[in-house]
């Protein structure tokens, strides 16, 4: 399997050489501002203390506080916390966005975990990590594995620890505690549109068109949904 952050310097190499950019700047670029490591200690519902590894990776945050998800996976790694917040940096830049590149995650397999045992790792985990987050600092947003709730869970205990309500630590809140409307649809519809433009710049029509969707959750679901409404047959799905 390739390393995603050498994928992630590699395309950054490229780049900085057609843009011709300084070599103190390529030097700045290339590597994250700061990257912090956690164990994360979480008492299972047996009774069993298990600790697991957290990550967040702050890539750049000349332009804005630092943006990007939370993934809970268990092959989460920091080279790939690490790509991705490089990347967030770009999107970000290139959208002409007031925000810097960030990305975190935990290794772990939500999928054989129980509610609760999710809520206290997202606690616990939060608790890590207080300091280099906030409005002004780093804001997460729910990825691979997490949700509206898990936002919640975050900003209930960055709430706490600050002893105020500060509800702009986290985005993809539910609506009930200061979400945006159309959110949760936002990636699968950022899919659509830019296929859409992508036919249309081919100058393709989209008739008779079929699609297969690779990853199945938040973003595909919506994704299949929209791309179905205008006319492409969904011909397979994967998770």
């Given at each position: 399997m390739e390393n995603p952050w050498k994928i992630a310097q590699q395309q950054f190499d490229r780049s900085a050489e057609i843009l011709g950019l300084e070599e103190w700047l390529k030097l700045k670029l290339r590597e994250p501002r700061r990257v912090i490591i956690v164990s994360v200690p979480v008492k299972m519902d047996d009774g069993t203390l298990k600790v697991f590894t957290g990550y967040r990776s702050q890539h750049n945050t000349a332009r804005g506080p630092a943006k990007g998800g939370i993934r809970y996976h268990q092959d989460v790694t920091?080279?790939?916390?690490?790509?991705?917040?490089?990347?967030?940096?770009?999107?970000?830049?290139?959208?002409?966005?007031?925000?810097?590149?960030?990305?975190?995650g935990i290794r772990c397999n939500p999928k054989t975990m129980s509610t609760g045992e999710i809520e206290r790792?997202?606690?616990?985990?939060?608790?890590?990590?207080?300091?280099?987050?906030?409005?002004?600092?780093?804001?997460?947003?729910?990825?691979?594995?997490?949700?509206?709730?898990?936002?919640?869970?975050?900003?209930?205990?960055?709430?706490?620890?600050?002893?105020?309500?500060?509800?702009?630590?986290?985005?993809?809140k539910p609506l009930d505690l200061g979400g945006s409307e159309g959110r949760?649809?936002?990636?699968?519809?950022?899919?659509?549109?830019?296929?859409?433009?992508?036919?249309?710049?081919?100058?393709?029509?989209?008739?008779?068109?079929?699609?297969?969707?690779?990853?199945?959750?938040?973003?595909?679901?919506?994704?299949?949904?929209?791309?179905?409404?205008?006319?492409?047959?969904?011909?397979?799905?994967?998770?």
């Open positions: 920091l080279d790939e916390v690490k790509a991705l917040s490089m990347w967030m940096t770009w999107k970000c830049a290139v959208l002409n966005l007031p925000y810097g590149g960030g990305k975190g790792l997202t606690r616990r985990y939060t608790s890590e990590i207080f300091d280099i987050i906030g409005p002004d600092k780093d804001i997460p947003a729910p990825d691979v594995n997490t949700d509206g709730q898990v936002m919640a869970w975050i900003m209930d205990t960055y709430s706490v620890l600050s002893g105020r309500n500060v509800p702009g630590v986290v985005t993809g949760d649809a936002a990636t699968g519809r950022g899919v659509y549109y830019t296929l859409l433009n992508y036919f249309r710049h081919k100058k393709q029509s989209i008739n008779g068109k079929t699609v297969i969707i690779q990853g199945f959750g938040n973003a595909g679901r919506y994704a299949a949904m929209l791309l179905e409404n205008i006319g492409l047959k969904i011909v397979g799905v994967s998770d």
